[in-house]
């Protein structure tokens, strides 16, 4: 895979599965600007720029779109273009339905669903001028396929963005932008640590060791091989795949009992 020449955007690159998503994008030779709103977002950049990759950072709050645009009349002074985007900045905090306040359920909207949106439609003249750009979505087997206690307003969120992205590629396909999703099931990420925490604040450990159990690989994804399959829809070797929905599970949504079989 050879993506020198080519410009992403990856949003959420400071941390989790965005900086597995830049780690792969720049070993296959693209130049990376990050969208962060984290402090972690200038380590990963310099962490990156010292290995000798090309990568820039942005101290951007997706859910605020005065930041996004300030970010981007500051890119488009230095590109002409951007050839990749990856929406993946996005969060998730458990939470019941019944107890679930309106300001839980709209940051969720408003980072996950809004924000994706409104950074699309800011970058989307800098796509166009590709003239053969791939959006790439961050949504989850959560929402489409899935769900577990808590996750009402996750859900929601992330089969949203199977709309936003099959009605985007309907759309885009003749200025030449492809947009796809990816469903990823567990990845270990600072989010998952993090929910594992909610579940069980004094063993966070156990979840995580039962969520593995649970997965017919008996183990969760490393945030390179997300990033492997990020840089395979950004690459043109995907040339023909267009608001497409892609699991990345390790088997984790195949069984259907846990009791049935030889
Ligand atoms: P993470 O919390 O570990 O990292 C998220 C990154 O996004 C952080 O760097 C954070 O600072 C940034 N971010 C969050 N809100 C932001 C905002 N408003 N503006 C700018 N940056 C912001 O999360 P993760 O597990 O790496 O998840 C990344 C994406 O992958 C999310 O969209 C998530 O829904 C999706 N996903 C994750 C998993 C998983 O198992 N980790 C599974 C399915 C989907």
């Known amino acids: 895979m050879n993506l020198e020449g080519k410009v992403a955007v990856v ?60 970010a981007f009349d500051e890119i488009r002074k230095k590109y002409s273009k951007i050839d990749i985007l990856v929406n993946n900045a996005g969060i998730c905090k458990l939470e019941s339905f019944d107890t679930m306040s309106d300001e839980l359920r709209d940051l969720h909207f408003n980072i996950n669903i809004k924000g994706t949106w409104d950074v699309t439609k800011i970058f989307l003249p800098m796509l166009r001028a590709s003239k053969k750009a791939s959006i790439i979505n961050l949504s989850s087997v959560t929402g489409e396929l899935v769900a577990d206690p ?18 985007l590629a309907r759309e885009e396909v003749e200025n030449g932008i492809r947009v796809n999703a990816i469903l990823p099931g567990y990845i270990e990420t600072p989010m998952v640590k993090g929910m594992a925490k ?9 979840v995580i060791k039962g ?52």
């Open 11 to 70: 949003t959420g690159g400071a941390m989790g599965n965005g900086k597995g998503i830049v780690e792969v994008l720049t070993k296959y030779q693209a130049e990376v600007i990050i969208l962060d709103k984290a402090k972690e977002l200038m380590d990963t950049v310099s962490d990156l720029t010292s290995k000798g990759f090309k990568v820039t950072g942005y101290q951007v709050d997706i859910s605020n779109k005065e930041s996004i645009i300030a």
């Open 150 to 167: 808590g996750e009402v307003a996750y859900a929601t969120t992330k089969a949203a963005l199977i709309g936003f992205t099959k009605a």
């Open 198 to 206: 909610e579940s069980n604040a004094s063993n966070p450990d156990s």
């Open 211 to 262: 969520i593995a159990d649970a997965i017919p690989m008996h183990r969760l994804g490393t945030i390179t091989e997300l990033g492997e399959l990020a840089a395979f829809l950004a690459s043109d070797l995907s040339s023909y795949i267009t608001g497409s929905s892609i699991v990345i599970d390790g088997g984790s949504t195949l069984p259907e009992t846990v009791s049935m079989g030889v």
